[in-house]
């Protein structure tokens, strides 16, 4: 509940649409919500001992096998909790307490269900469950002293789930029911004509489902006496701004004070009727069901009878209301290769954002699939994958609405496969030939060919189609742009539908040369060097990669002597040195691509300076761009747009002259008219010319410093008519309206004005990026039609469009402008400056800058990288990251290795070209040994000699058995007992992973006639136990033997260690027996 702020500020009334029946608090049954897709309660309370059930009953026709619940769009876990449980039914039970009593923690939130099927999934709106609640006292009721037959006003305002009731007691009593004393909706109690008997203690009594409160007394003082203070009139309460929800009562407060009692009134500020649901309570008017009709500006009068003394008060109710979806998609059977069109209509205050869902995902826009605004969703050449459920979505913050609509894609039987080995050869700079095979299959049955083209530097250009018969196999695409790739795709056609596409192919058209010259400027900077600047050429008019520039230059008195200079296509300035004095000069420049050299600028004159100028004229004024002249009989409208470094121009002058026909170098000269206009000027009216004459107009910019170059137009007025009737211009067309089509177009449409006596013959358009200063980029475009499809556009740009009207031979204003944005694309163009670094052996980091033409938000960007740099793209490892990340540390590599990589970037419409390869060697690794590495090795060594120690013990008995072989019994060997007095089994086998290793020894060591010398990494590790009775039973000193040339310390009977290292992580032991002389090797 809201009250009003007594500052002025907005009154809001929460909304809380509780959908519980509080009256029967001993029916414990589970109060349900059907969360579905169509209308709904957007907020539930979950009251204490009234169990919610949610219910997902999404409507779909076939039976759904999994129903997944969502918690402000996170799934709930599966095992439930303690105020969870999941039904057979696959509803939602929630407890308002759990099993011992606690109050729900994190059950509040919004819950939306998805329900899965064979034909795909829905997901139901979301509905938020609050927990039902009270808030402590936002404002109490104050003292009031009010004079006899006056007006007393107390006011409590607090917050609660579900909305709380307000009660007023005096003196803990509950105040009497008469007509004076009025509670309203918004906690207010007001006591009109106050007399004594009202003085006492008031206080307001807040109760909920959560609890009950009850505030502080505030005293009522009434003072008889003078009542001057009543004379005159006076609203104590006026009304306050208040923002009411649809469907939730209002109350516009006012209530005023004066003698005699003054009359109140209420009416509209529109002059509207009160609607008749709206009922007057005293002074005051009370909406209980707030409706989109109610919202506006009140205005309260209060009038002093019998005068025209009078007091007035507004305030403007604003009732938001949650999103309705008023044309939901249909429903749609297509054939596989048509196109399918959802259309989706919503309301709501604010306006809501649709988006559309795809088995309960969201759908990104690509190459066949587009979202047009406002709710229209298209998807062409369908194919079998875009069958399913497709839901629009509106949301405007109170609340969620949507629709659905199933998609079906028809196969038929004998439809043609997609056409084979299509192949596109730039025939030109402009056009293509394109050349395909029959389908495989069904191929006799086709009628006809359908070849698809767009620019491929984004997926989401408008797309040209051309059909043809079926007795062909190649066509030939003209009006293609220069030095621009496309992409093709066939389509082909039999009576029972469209076969899938052929495989696209891409290709960049031929360059050309460029359609339009560079706009020179030129200056001195001494008195025999001439300085010029230039622009770049737009992609539009270069037609290709600019290689080169010419420049061509003469005396006036020399034009047959003509010298050209040429300098790289990256430059943009050059100077001329060496030049004469006080001479002019004509020059020209040319820009060149790999085919040759476009057409020249006009020749522009200019004269070296007489003597050096000290001043600075490293600062130059490039001339005005687009200079336009419309010729008339008597006068020429000369338009034209600021300079490219305008902020440097002060003002800009214009001269006309008349141009003798048969002019020649030493041309006459004639008189010259310069005109001054301000720094603002962008248009000039020549008059009192003469028809059928040649003129030159030249207009240039200037500061205080210098005069900029200038741009030159060369024509003639038009022939004397015998109408000399002037038509009035025509108004400029109304009712415009801009529409994005794709992010390179927009379509623009317009009524024709009214109220216009001329016959207009065609519009004009008027196109630029919104906020732009630079001239140009602004384009006009010329339509006979009241729509035009504004194409070649950048995406994800703003633009401002504006129409005009054009006559017979006037021309109108241009009509307000109206803004549109294109949309946005994938990345025309890679990420910059892709960096890589290698850590150490495993890793690289590696660093990137954005796209330079990002076409819309960068939301991830895919690193592939592979050690091969022949093996194909979609076998190399991908990586992907989010937006927001400019660099990332790849792991798990292989060192000594030679890594490619490179990076592109998507946008919500797709990926954008990938970065040129770059390289990046790992180094080898080094072993270092740390605390892990030995820790290992300990253990490795310590289960070594253990299985040392078995296999000794094992082989005791072979000893014993050659000692019999030498002259002892047999039957008189003692056994054999470990150290410790455990006698060795006489059956256990040798070790298996001991060998005669003579190898293993280094080399020289088996030959009796080289003993070894060293022995210092030949040692001993262990000896065999020593025979005996028991434990204590003294080991044998050692002795020193050799075998087979190597020396050992025998230590018992057993075999002893002579050799042992670490290779690598692997232990090498080799073993010696003192009787016999054998050797054993182990590798652990």
Same mark, same amino acid.
């Given at each position: 509940?809201?009250?009003?702020?007594?500052?002025?500020?907005?009154?809001?009334?929460?909304?809380?649409?509780?959908?519980?029946?509080?009256?029967?608090?001993?029916?414990?049954?589970?109060?349900?919500?059907?969360?579905?897709?169509?209308?709904?309660?957007?907020?539930?309370?979950?009251?204490?001992?009234?169990?919610?059930?949610?219910?997902?009953?999404?409507?779909?026709?076939?039976?759904?096998?999994?129903?997944?619940?969502?918690?402000?769009?996170?799934?709930?876990?599966?095992?439930?909790?303690?105020?969870?449980?999941?039904?057979?039914?696959?509803?939602?039970?929630?407890?308002?307490?759990?099993?011992?009593?606690?109050?729900?923690?994190?059950?509040?939130?919004?819950?939306?269900?998805?329900?899965?099927?064979?034909?795909?999934?829905?997901?139901?709106?979301?509905?938020?469950?609050?927990?039902?609640?009270?808030?402590?006292?936002?404002?109490?009721?104050?003292?009031?002293?009010?004079?006899?037959?006056?007006?007393?006003?107390?006011?409590?305002?607090? =917050?609660?789930?579900?909305?709380?009731?307000?009660?007023?007691?005096?003196?803990?009593?509950?105040?009497?029911?008469?007509?004076?004393?009025?509670?309203?909706?918004?906690?207010?109690?007001?006591?009109?004509?106050?007399?004594?008997?009202?003085?006492?203690?008031?206080?307001?009594?807040?109760?909920?489902?959560?609890?009950? /409160?009850?505030?502080?007394?505030?005293?009522?003082?009434?003072?008889?006496?003078?009542?001057?203070?009543?004379?005159?009139?006076?609203?104590?309460?006026?009304?306050?701004?208040?923002?009411?929800?649809?469907?939730?009562?209002?109350?516009?407060?006012?209530?005023?004070?004066?003698?005699?009692?003054?009359?109140?009134?209420?009416?509209?500020?529109?002059?509207?009727?009160?609607?008749?649901?709206?009922?007057?309570?005293?002074?005051?008017?009370?909406?209980?069901?707030?409706?989109?009709?109610?919202?506006?500006?009140?205005?309260?009068?209060?009038?002093?009878?019998?005068?025209?003394?009078?007091?007035?008060?507004?305030? $403007?109710?604003?009732?938001?209301?949650?999103?309705?979806?008023?044309?939901?998609?249909?429903?749609?059977?297509?054939?596989?290769?048509?196109?399918?069109?959802?259309?989706?209509?919503?309301?709501?205050?604010?306006?809501?954002?649709?988006?559309?869902?795809?088995?309960?995902?969201?759908?990104?826009?690509?190459?066949?699939?587009?979202?047009?605004?406002?709710?229209?969703?298209?998807?062409?050449?369908?194919?079998?994958?875009?069958?399913?459920?497709?839901? %629009?979505?509106?949301?405007?913050?109170?609340?969620?609405?949507?629709?659905?609509?199933?998609?079906?894609?028809?196969?038929?039987?004998?439809?043609?496969?997609?056409?084979?080995?299509?192949?596109?050869?730039?025939?030109?700079?402009?056009?293509?030939?394109?050349?395909?095979?029959?389908?495989?299959?069904?191929?006799?049955?086709?009628?006809?060919?359908?070849?698809?083209?767009?620019?491929?530097?984004?997926?989401?250009?408008?797309?040209?189609?051309?059909?043809?018969?079926?007795?062909?196999?190649?066509?030939?695409?003209?009006?293609?742009?220069?030095?621009?790739?496309?992409?093709?795709?066939?389509?082909?056609?039999?009576?029972?539908?469209?076969?899938?596409?052929?495989?696209?192919?891409?290709?960049?058209?031929?360059?050309?040369?460029?359609?339009?010259?560079?706009?020179?400027?030129?200056?001195?900077?001494?008195?025999?060097?001439?300085?010029?600047?230039?622009?770049?050429?737009?992609?539009?008019?270069?037609?290709?990669?600019?290689?080169?520039?010419?420049?061509?230059?003469?005396?006036?008195?020399?034009?047959?002597?003509?010298?050209?200079?040429?300098?790289?296509?990256?430059?943009?300035?050059?100077?001329?040195?060496?030049?004469?004095?006080?001479?002019?000069?004509?020059?020209?420049?040319?820009?060149?691509?790999?085919?040759?050299?476009?057409?020249?600028? $006009?020749?522009?004159?200019?004269?070296?300076?007489?003597?050096?100028?000290?001043?600075?004229?490293?600062?130059?004024?490039?001339?005005?761009?687009?200079?336009?002249?419309?010729?008339?009989?008597?006068?020429?409208?000369?338009?034209?747009?600021?300079?490219?470094?305008?902020?440097?121009?002060?003002?800009?002058?214009?001269?006309?002259?008349?141009?003798?026909?048969?002019?020649?170098?030493?041309?006459?000269?004639?008189?010259?008219?310069?005109?001054?206009?301000? &720094?603002?000027?962008?248009?000039?009216?020549?008059?009192?010319?003469?028809?059928?004459?040649?003129?030159?107009?030249?207009?240039?910019?200037?500061?205080?410093?210098?005069?900029?170059?200038?741009?030159?137009?060369?024509?003639?007025?038009?022939?004397?008519?015998?109408? !000399?009737?002037?038509?009035?211009?025509?108004?400029?067309?109304?009712?415009?309206?801009?529409?994005?089509?794709?992010?390179?177009?927009?379509?623009?449409?317009?009524?024709?004005?009214?109220?216009?006596?001329?016959?207009?013959?065609?519009?004009?358009?008027?196109? !630029?990026?919104?906020?732009?200063?630079?001239?140009?980029?602004?384009?006009?475009?010329?339509?006979?039609?009241?729509?035009?499809?504004?194409?070649?556009?950048?995406?994800?740009?703003?633009? =401002?469009?504006?129409?005009?009207?054009?006559?017979?031979?006037?021309?109108?204003?241009?009509?307000?402008?109206?803004?549109?944005?294109?949309?946005?694309?994938?990345?025309?163009?890679?990420?910059?400056?892709?960096?890589?670094?290698?850590? /150490?052996?495993?890793?690289?980091?590696?660093?990137?800058?954005?796209?330079?033409?990002?076409?819309?938000?960068?939301?991830?960007?895919?690193?592939?990288?592979?050690?091969?740099?022949?093996?194909?793209?979609?076998?190399?490892?991908?990586?992907?990251?989010?937006?927001?990340?400019?660099?990332?540390?790849?792991?798990?590599?292989?060192?000594?290795?030679?890594?490619?990589?490179?990076?592109?970037?998507?946008?919500?419409?797709?990926?954008?070209?990938?970065?040129?390869?770059?390289?990046?060697?790992?180094?080898?690794? &080094?072993?270092?040994?740390?605390?892990?590495?030995?820790?290992?090795?300990?253990?490795?060594?310590?289960?070594?000699?253990?299985?040392?120690?078995?296999?000794?013990?094992?082989?005791?008995?072979?000893?014993?058995?050659?000692?019999?072989?030498?002259?002892?019994?047999?039957?008189?060997?003692?056994?054999?007992?470990?150290?410790?007095? %455990?006698?060795?089994? !006489?059956?256990?086998?040798?070790?298996?992973?001991?060998? $005669?290793?003579?190898?293993?020894?280094?080399?020289?060591?088996?030959?009796?006639?080289?003993?070894?010398?060293?022995?210092?990494?030949?040692?001993?590790?262990?000896?065999?136990?020593?025979?005996?009775?028991?434990?204590?039973?003294?080991?044998?000193?050692?002795?020193?033997?050799?075998?087979?040339?190597?020396?050992?310390?025998?230590?018992?009977?057993?075999?002893?260690?002579?050799?042992?290292?670490?290779?690598?992580?692997?232990?090498?032991?080799?073993?010696?027996?003192?009787?016999?002389?054998?050797?054993?090797?182990?590798?652990?």
């Amino acid at each position: 509940v809201g009250g009003d702020d007594e500052g002025g500020g907005v009154h809001v009334t929460s909304c809380m649409f509780c959908i519980l029946d509080r009256k029967d608090r001993r029916n414990l049954q589970p109060v349900s919500v059907e969360l579905s897709c169509g209308a709904g309660p957007s907020h539930v309370v979950l009251e204490p001992g009234l169990p919610l059930l949610l219910d997902c009953n999404l409507g779909a026709s076939d039976t759904p096998f999994n129903v997944t619940w969502l918690q402000d769009g996170q799934p709930l876990p599966l095992e439930g909790g303690d105020f969870l449980q999941y039904l057979a039914n696959g509803s939602l039970l929630l407890l308002p307490t759990s099993k011992d009593g606690q109050s729900p923690q994190g059950v509040e939130g919004g819950y939306s269900c998805v329900s899965a099927s064979a034909h795909g999934a829905l997901t139901s709106r979301t509905v938020n469950v609050l927990l039902a609640s009270l808030s402590k006292f936002l404002q109490e009721p104050s003292p009031q002293t009010v004079p006899a037959g006056g007006a007393a006003r107390f006011k409590c305002q607090i =917050e609660g789930v579900p909305t709380p009731v307000i009660t007023w007691e005096k003196d803990t009593v509950a105040v009497p029911e008469e007509t004076r004393f009025i509670s309203l909706l918004n906690g207010v109690l007001q006591i009109l004509e106050v007399t004594k008997e009202d003085e006492g203690a008031y206080r307001c009594v807040v109760s909920n489902s959560a609890r009950k /409160d009850i505030s502080h007394e505030a005293r009522l003082t009434v003072t008889t006496g003078s009542t001057e203070a009543l004379n005159r009139v006076a609203i104590v309460a006026p009304p306050q701004n208040a923002i009411v929800v649809l469907g939730r009562p209002a109350v516009m407060e006012c209530m005023a004070q004066g003698q005699p009692k003054p009359l109140v009134s209420w009416s509209r500020q529109d002059g509207k009727p009160i609607s008749t649901d709206v009922v007057v309570l005293a002074t005051n008017l009370v909406i209980r069901d707030t409706r989109r009709h109610h919202a506006g500006v009140y205005v309260c009068r209060a009038n002093k009878p019998m005068t025209r003394e009078f007091v007035d008060a507004a305030a $403007e109710l604003h009732v938001p209301a949650p999103p309705v979806i008023l044309q939901p998609p249909e429903t749609a059977s297509l054939s596989r290769g048509n196109t399918a069109r959802f259309v989706c209509n919503s309301s709501g205050e604010p306006p809501p954002v649709l988006h559309w869902l795809k088995d309960g995902h969201p759908i990104k826009t690509f190459r066949r699939v587009k979202t047009q605004s406002p709710g229209v969703l298209l998807i062409n050449q369908l194919a079998l994958e875009d069958a399913g459920y497709y839901q %629009c979505i509106a949301d405007n913050g109170l609340g969620t609405a949507c629709a659905t609509a199933k998609l079906t894609v028809i196969v038929r039987e004998g439809l043609p496969s997609s056409p084979r080995h299509l192949s596109a050869t730039p025939y030109s700079s402009t056009s293509a030939l394109l050349i395909w095979e029959k389908p495989e299959y069904n191929s006799d049955q086709i009628i006809g060919y359908s070849v698809h083209c767009q620019r491929a530097a984004g997926s989401d250009n408008v797309e040209y189609q051309f059909a043809m018969n079926n007795d062909t196999t190649e066509y030939h695409v003209k009006e293609l742009l220069p030095h621009t790739a496309y992409t093709f795709f066939v389509v082909a056609y039999s009576p029972m539908g469209a076969s899938p596409p052929s495989l696209p192919v891409t290709v960049e058209m031929l360059e050309d040369v460029p359609s339009a010259p560079p706009q020179l400027s030129i200056a001195s900077t001494s008195p025999s060097d001439i300085r010029l600047m230039w622009h770049p050429l737009s992609s539009q008019n270069s037609r290709g990669a600019v290689t080169r520039y010419r420049i061509e230059y003469s005396t006036l008195d020399q034009v047959d002597s003509v010298f050209s200079v040429e300098v790289g296509g990256n430059e943009t300035q050059f100077t001329l040195r060496e030049l004469q004095p006080n001479q002019a000069y004509r020059l020209r420049i040319a820009a060149g691509t790999g085919v040759g050299f476009g057409v020249p600028s $006009e020749w522009a004159q200019h004269q070296t300076l007489a003597h050096y100028n000290h001043s600075d004229h490293s600062m130059v004024i490039f001339a005005p761009t687009e200079l336009k002249v419309r010729a008339r009989v008597k006068s020429l409208n000369v338009t034209w747009h600021p300079s490219p470094n305008h902020t440097l121009v002060s003002g800009y002058k214009l001269s006309c002259r008349e141009v003798e026909a048969d002019e020649s170098a030493n041309e006459r000269t004639t008189q010259t008219h310069t005109t001054r206009l301000g &720094k603002r000027a962008r248009y000039h009216l020549l008059t009192r010319l003469v028809p059928d004459r040649q003129y030159e107009v030249r207009v240039w910019g200037f500061n205080k410093q210098i005069d900029g170059a200038a741009a030159v137009w060369k024509g003639r007025t038009d022939k004397h008519h015998r109408c !000399s009737f002037r038509a009035p211009p025509p108004l400029p067309p109304s009712s415009i309206q801009a529409m994005a089509n794709s992010s390179t177009s927009i379509w623009l449409r317009w009524e024709k004005p009214r109220f216009s006596h001329v016959r207009i013959i065609n519009y004009t358009v008027r196109c !630029s990026p919104a906020g732009t200063t630079n001239a140009s980029l602004v384009s006009y475009y010329t339509s006979s039609a009241q729509e035009i499809l504004l194409g070649a556009l950048r995406p994800f740009t703003r633009y =401002e469009l504006a129409v005009q009207s054009n006559g017979v031979d006037v021309v109108g204003p241009f009509s307000g402008t109206v803004e549109e944005s294109t949309l946005s694309d994938r990345p025309s163009t890679p990420p910059e400056e892709l960096r890589l670094r290698a850590l /150490d052996s495993s890793s690289v980091l590696v660093s990137w800058r954005p796209p330079l033409e990002p076409n819309g938000i960068i939301i991830s960007y895919r690193i592939l990288f592979s050690g091969n740099l022949s093996q194909p793209e979609h076998l190399w490892e991908n990586l992907s990251q989010d937006g927001s990340i400019t660099s990332v540390e790849v792991q798990g590599l292989s060192s000594d290795t030679h890594y490619f990589f490179k990076l592109g970037a998507s946008t919500e419409v797709g990926p954008g070209p990938y970065s040129p390869i770059k390289d990046v060697y790992t180094p080898l690794q &080094k072993y270092e040994l740390d605390i892990h590495a030995v820790t290992g090795i300990i253990v490795g060594v310590c289960l070594g000699l253990i299985c040392i120690l078995l296999c000794m013990c094992f082989s005791f008995r072979n000893g014993k058995s050659s000692e019999v072989s030498g002259g002892l019994d047999s039957t008189a060997v003692t056994p054999q007992y470990r150290r410790g007095g %455990c006698p060795v089994p !006489s059956n256990v086998p040798e070790c298996s992973n001991s060998h $005669e290793l003579e190898t293993l020894m280094p080399p020289g060591s088996q030959e009796s006639g080289q003993p070894l010398e060293e022995a210092s990494e030949e040692q001993s590790l262990m000896a065999s136990a020593n025979p005996g009775e028991g434990e204590d039973t003294p080991a044998p000193e050692p002795k020193v033997k050799t075998c087979k040339g190597v020396a050992f310390l025998q230590m018992g009977l057993g075999y002893s260690v002579i050799f042992s290292r670490v290779d690598r992580g692997i232990i090498v032991v080799i073993l010696v027996h003192p009787l016999s002389c054998r050797l054993l090797g182990m590798a652990l």
